[in-house]
């Protein structure tokens, strides 16, 4: 019998790919298996060393399509586990990760958990970091996997060291309980490019199915966020387009129509802070061609 299943989506990361599934097989569970869902261009020497070797543990697919929901969806639909891990390619995880995830699971209502992220390295195409300090502290400090609800803005700090429940919670160590993910309707496809806030956006729907999620700092990794492979933005053009596009996507699937205002306005000031900080006025361009698609996909996808 199957307790969980680790799901890894990866795209052209094999050597950090090999890394992680090096460190997740030494301490794995009798009862947990891998899953390898590669979206790569070629398959990876090592990898598929690695796979032939373990290949009762180990259980790799080669798919063609592209997009981070897409893999997630299709690791899902092989898993055996009544529990899915999903951790990025790019990670370190302790030595207990995987039993530090599933032990949440005893408690009633339980339908994801969210572990502790210590983040090596930081993204280049991102906000302003003083941008996220300020917006956080308006809505409070000390605060974890919180989803103010005027804007839709998020408060991560997944790098806490409490225990709590949360909103939301990483794409790079995160966990659910199958049957509620499957329940919720498992990932958005529409969320595009980056993928920001597809995990958001299930954590929702598992929440308003009557789930509780969880943050466990003790299910901890590192997550190395390396530039290449993965879903990573190749210009800055393509960051703020698909950012915008998945905020309003996410905003408009979520949140009561009135807030729009207050979500335009919030959406603004972060555009213009980070075309400020830049000093690059195409930001605004680029960000808004993206608010502008992310609302036609809301209008053309079926209603829930």
Same mark, same amino acid.
């Given at each position: 019998?199957?307790?969980?299943?680790?799901?890894?989506?990866?795209? #052209?990361?094999?050597?950090?790919?090999?890394?992680?599934?090096?460190?997740?097989?030494?301490?794995?569970?009798?009862?947990?298996?891998?899953?390898?869902?590669?979206?790569?261009?070629?398959?990876?020497?090592?990898?598929?060393?690695?796979?032939?070797?373990?290949?009762?543990?180990?259980?790799?697919?080669?798919?063609?399509?592209?997009?981070?929901?897409?893999?997630? #969806?299709?690791?899902?639909?092989?898993?055996?586990?009544?529990?899915?891990?999903?951790?990025?390619?790019?990670?370190?995880?302790?030595?207990?990760?995987?039993?530090?995830?599933?032990?949440?699971?005893?408690?009633?209502?339980?339908?994801?958990?969210?572990?502790?992220?210590?983040?090596?390295?930081?993204?280049?195409?991102?906000?302003?970091?003083?941008?996220?300090?300020?917006? #956080?502290?308006?809505?409070?400090?000390?605060?974890?996997?919180?989803?103010?609800?005027?804007?839709?803005?998020?408060?991560?700090?997944?790098?806490?060291?409490?225990?709590?429940?949360?909103?939301?919670?990483?794409?790079?160590?995160?966990?659910?309980?199958?049957?509620?993910?499957?329940?919720?309707?498992?990932?958005?496809?529409?969320?595009?490019?980056?993928?920001?806030?597809?995990?958001?956006?299930?954590?929702?729907?598992?929440?308003?199915?009557?789930?509780?999620?969880?943050?466990?700092?003790?299910?901890?990794?590192?997550?190395?966020?390396?530039?290449?492979?993965?879903?990573?933005?190749?210009?800055?053009?393509?960051?703020?387009?698909?950012?915008?596009? #998945?905020?309003?996507?996410?905003?408009?699937?979520?949140?009561?129509?009135?807030?729009?205002?207050?979500?335009?306005?919030?959406?603004?000031?972060?555009?213009?802070?980070?075309?400020?900080?830049?000093?690059?006025?195409?930001?605004?361009?680029?960000?808004?061609?993206?608010?502008?698609?992310?609302?036609?996909?809301?209008?053309?996808?079926?209603?829930?």
């Amino acid at each position: 019998m199957i307790k969980a299943s680790v799901i890894i989506p990866t795209y #052209n990361r094999g050597k950090l790919l090999c890394n992680t599934l090096k460190y997740l097989i030494e301490h794995i569970p009798a009862d947990t298996e891998i899953i390898v869902v590669d979206q790569s261009d070629e398959v990876h020497k090592e990898l598929a060393e690695i796979v032939k070797n373990h290949c009762n543990l180990v259980h790799y697919f080669k798919i063609c399509k592209k997009g981070l929901p897409h893999a997630r #969806n299709y690791g899902l639909r092989q898993a055996l586990g009544e529990i899915v891990i999903f951790c990025d390619d790019d990670v370190i995880p302790v030595r207990n990760y995987i039993q530090n995830h599933l032990k949440n699971y005893d408690g009633e209502g339980i339908g994801g958990v969210g572990g502790r992220i210590i983040p090596q390295k930081k993204h280049r195409f991102s906000f302003p970091d003083i941008l996220h300090r300020k917006l #956080n502290l308006c809505s409070g400090a000390g605060k974890t996997g919180v989803i103010r609800r005027w804007d839709a803005h998020l408060i991560d700090n997944f790098d806490a060291t409490a225990k709590t429940y949360i909103d939301h919670l990483q794409g790079c160590n995160m966990s659910f309980l199958k049957k509620a993910l499957i329940q919720a309707g498992s990932f958005d496809e529409n969320f595009g490019g980056s993928a920001h806030l597809e995990e958001t956006d299930a954590c929702l729907r598992i929440r308003k199915a009557g789930y509780k999620i969880v943050f466990d700092p003790n299910a901890e990794l590192t997550h190395l966020k390396d530039a290449r492979g993965g879903c990573r933005a190749e210009s800055y053009r393509e960051w703020f387009y698909w950012y915008g596009h #998945n905020n309003m996507l996410f905003f408009l699937k979520n949140f009561r129509h009135g807030l729009f205002p207050l979500f335009a306005i919030s959406s603004l000031i972060q555009t213009l802070l980070s075309a400020c900080k830049r000093c690059n006025p195409m930001v605004i361009a680029w960000a808004f061609s993206g608010y502008r698609a992310g609302l036609k996909t809301y209008k053309s996808s079926p209603s829930p």
